[in-house]
């Protein structure tokens, strides 16, 4: 059973950077994919990226591309997002998610995935 644990969340203040971590346990092979996403108080769950967790391919909303970078350490069994510039807008819980597929392309798309962490809260002040 995979298990994820984010990390590497707080208080922030408006135009820095962080880096969320999310820690994967139970991993028996290399055939899925992992995303990030957020979700502000009365919002709906938002796709930020995405991974093949196999290949590295990403994919990005539009909305994403500039601010924020996915990344992972196979050795290491953790999946990493880099945030930069960060707006307090950006303020809301963060969640990485995986799902055990072959397929090529991963999705931004939260009802793809079926394994989710607990989250990890962002705060940005302006």
């Known amino acids: 059973q995979v298990q994820l644990v984010e990390s590497g969340g707080g208080s922030v203040q408006s135009g820095g950077s962080l880096r969320l971590s999310c820690a994967a346990s139970g991993l028996t092979n290399d055939a899925i994919h992992m995303g990030w996403f957020r979700q502000a108080p009365g919002k709906e769950r938002e796709g930020i990226t995405c991974i093949n967790w196999r290949s590295g391919s990403t994919q990005y909303p539009d909305s994403m591309l500039a601010r924020f970078t996915i990344s992972r350490d196979k050795s290491k069994n953790t999946l990493y997002l880099q945030v930069s510039s960060l707006r307090t807008e950006d303020a809301a819980m963060y969640y990485c998610?995986?799902?055990?597929?072959?397929?090529?392309?991963?999705?931004?798309?939260?009802?793809?995935?079926?394994?989710w962490g607990q989250g990890a809260q962002v705060t940005v002040s302006s």
């Open positions: 998610a995986a799902r055990t597929t072959t397929a090529r392309d991963c999705s931004v798309s939260a009802p793809a995935y079926d394994i």
